[in-house]
C-alpha cells in the first residue's frame, strides 16, 4: 500500500522561510516522478514543482527563484524549500507521485493528505 505522509507545514510570516517533507512507504521516490501541489480554499490545485527520476526539476512561474524541490533516495522522501514566502503561498500543500511527467494533477496517481502552510 503506497503512503505518502507530509510534515513541515506551519505559520510563518512573509519573507520566512518554511521546509516541507514528504516521506513515502510502499513507494520508492526514485523509480517514479515526484511533485508538490497546493490548494488554497476556493482555487484549483495547481502544480508547484516536480523532480523527475533522473532528477531534473521543474517550476511553476510563482515560485522559481524561491522554491526548491530535492529528493533523499536513501530516506525516501521528498522535500519542497520554500524561501521569501508570500501571502499567496498560503495553501495546503500537497505530495504526489505518479509514472507521467508534468504539474497538472492528473499525472500522479498518489497521493498525500496535504500539511498546511499560513504565510501572513
Known amino acids: 500500500q503506497v503512503q505518502l505522509v507530509e510534515s513541515g507545514g506551519g505559520s510563518v510570516q512573509a519573507g520566512g522561510s518554511l521546509r516541507l517533507s514528504c516521506a513515502a512507504s510502499?513507494?520508492?521516490?526514485?523509480?517514479?516522478?515526484m511533485a508538490w501541489f497546493r490548494q488554497a480554499p476556493g482555487k484549483e490545485r495547481e502544480g508547484v514543482a516536480s523532480i523527475l527520476s533522473n532528477g531534473f526539476t521543474t517550476y511553476a512561474d510563482s515560485v522559481k527563484g524561491r522554491f526548491t524541490i530535492s529528493k533523499d533516495n536513501a530516506k525516501n522522501s521528498v522535500y519542497l524549500q520554500m524561501n521569501s514566502l508570500k501571502a499567496e503561498d498560503s495553501a495546503m500543500y500537497y505530495c504526489a507521485a505518479g509514472s507521467r511527467v508534468g504539474l497538472s494533477p492528473t499525472a500522479y496517481s498518489y497521493w498525500g493528505q496535504g500539511t498546511q502552510v499560513t504565510v501572513s
Open positions: 510502499g513507494y520508492t521516490v526514485n523509480s517514479d516522478h
